[in-house]
T-cell receptor, first 115, second 108 residues
Framework: EPEVTQTPSHQVTQMGQEVILRCVPI?????FYWYRQILGQKVEFLVS????????KSEIFDDQFSVERPDGSNFTLKIRSTKLEDSAMYFC?????????????FGSGTQLSVL | GENVEQHPSTLSVQEGDSAVIKCTYS??????FPWYKQELGKRPQLIID?????GEKKDQRIAVTLNKTAKHFSLHITETQPEDSAVYFC???????FGTGTSLTVIP
């Protein structure tokens, strides 16, 4: 079965540094998402992306965050100046459609630790 | 936006018993309600979903019921097994607002 892949699986960075988290969505999917999960808490929506632009974003997704689809396969999340509270598991997801059939397929996540 | 509440936060059952997890949502326009299972350290995986034009859906030992009038939906797991132990999340709304999760432990 096709999978969403994410790299790296773990990322350790110093506060104030920039990080880029990478994702390869399932090839025929058109909608891409980033979520985060702070340890022991629920999964929180960050942003959705379709047709090379952000379609929706949450209040968490502030000016420190950006997303990009630099080529036909990768989907990236950039955090410009990391803060301690950015430490979390970041999940990429993709779906084939939106609306009544928006099944999400999650990647295995990137554990980000900000020191 | 959508507000999803999930209960209970933890649930322990004996192997073979049933488990029920309930979620409520606030946006009457929501029309898709998935349930995800997340094992420790793993990604969330879709286990069952229901759309607003259906009241109940079953897949082997798992079922989901939806009450649109009351804006709640529930996950039912029958004949629980130790491998059902995980955190279960409900979701609603086009952006997938997730519930706070239920940690299910099945005691052998």
């Amino acid at each position: 079965e096709p999978e969403v892949t994410q790299t790296p699986s773990h990322q350790v960075t110093q506060m104030g540094q920039e990080v880029i988290l990478r994702c390869v969505p399932i090839s025929n999917h058109l909608y891409f998402y980033w979520y985060r999960q702070i340890l022991g808490q629920k999964v929180e929506f960050l942003v959705s992306f379709y047709n090379n632009e952000i379609s929706e974003k949450s209040e968490i997704f502030d000016d420190q965050f950006s997303v990009e689809r630099p080529d036909g396969s990768n989907f990236t999340l950039k955090i410009r100046s990391t803060k301690l509270e950015d430490s979390a598991m970041y999940f990429c997801a993709s779906s084939e459609t939106r609306g009544t059939n928006e099944k999400l397929f999650f990647g295995s996540g990137t554990q980000l630790s900000v020191l | 936006g959508e507000n999803v509440e999930q209960h209970p936060s933890t649930l322990s059952v004996q192997e073979g018993d049933s488990a029920v997890i309930k979620c409520t949502y606030s946006d009457s326009a929501s029309n898709y309600f998935p349930w995800y299972k997340q094992e420790l350290g793993k990604r969330p995986q879709l286990i069952i979903d229901i759309r607003s034009n259906v009241g109940e859906k079953k897949d082997q030992r798992i079922a989901v019921t939806l009450n649109k009038t009351a804006k709640h939906f529930s996950l039912h797991i029958t004949e629980t097994q130790p491998e059902d132990s995980a955190v279960y999340f409900c979701a609603a709304g086009g952006q997938f607002y997730f519930g706070t999760g239920t940690s299910l432990t099945v005691i052998p």
